[in-house]
């Protein structure tokens, strides 16, 4: 059973007080569709979370997930925000942890489009298959994008909404192959990832919330106006559902002005 989240608002003089960590869980690599869908399940209960109380109140959302992966939370965020377009941004070179290349992340999504596609009518009592049906009757879905949050300069432009979850701490640590580090690389990232943002757009950005690493608070605010920070509480992922584990994260977000 999902284990239930806990969402505190907290003052920001006190969120900016908060480290995070740098190290990131694995993500399993989709060995099947419906592996991918049984986690997209509660990784877009995760998301929504994250995301609740937002001022979120557009239709038709340009959407880019910065450090997407597998490409979880790219669905979950299309999904969660109706969105028009939803592109996953990553290097996808797999150092460090997953395995990952854009060919399988590429390969990983189009076998869920292609297995939603082809459930009976009945599998629509499934709330989840059936907003995906929904999307791809629409002709949505995310596509991937392999660039550089730190170094490139075609990255996508206008968002109305930028996600970036579990990686700028991951990249001040040069974890992932990332060979610019440190407060400057950040410092880079974050810019990248205003610059991609139209203004007016939202800027949100989840990280675990553990002592003893850099605070993100400047970097961002060196760029977009703040507008709260939060901590929540959810129940890890594991390959059979959420664990007897939890993680504390902070989520973080902006406005770009
Ligand atoms: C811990 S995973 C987080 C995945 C996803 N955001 C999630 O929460 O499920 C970190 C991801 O960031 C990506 N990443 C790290 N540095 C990056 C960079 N400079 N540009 C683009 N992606 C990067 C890695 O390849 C990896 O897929």
Redesign the pocket.
Known sequence: MAKKSKRLEIPYFLARKTCSPTI??D?QTPNNSMEFIERLKL?LEDLREFLRGLPLNISDYKVG?????WG??TLSLMLALNAAECVG?????GKD??P?SLEQAQQGLDNVKAKILAMPKNSQEDGLIRETQNLLRKGRFPVFKQ?????SNSLPKNLDFAFC???LR??HEG??G?SIKGNQAVEL?VKNIATSTKHGGLVCVVEKNVAGSVDIVPFLEAHLTFLRICHIRRGDIGTNGRTSSSTSYIVYAYKKP
Do not use: R, W
């Open positions: 990131p869980k993500m990784e997930d910065f450090g997407c992966e979880y939370t941004i990553d290097t996808f070179t942890h997953s990952s660039d550089d949050i730190v170094q979850k579990l990686v991951n990249i974890a992932y990332n990232a």
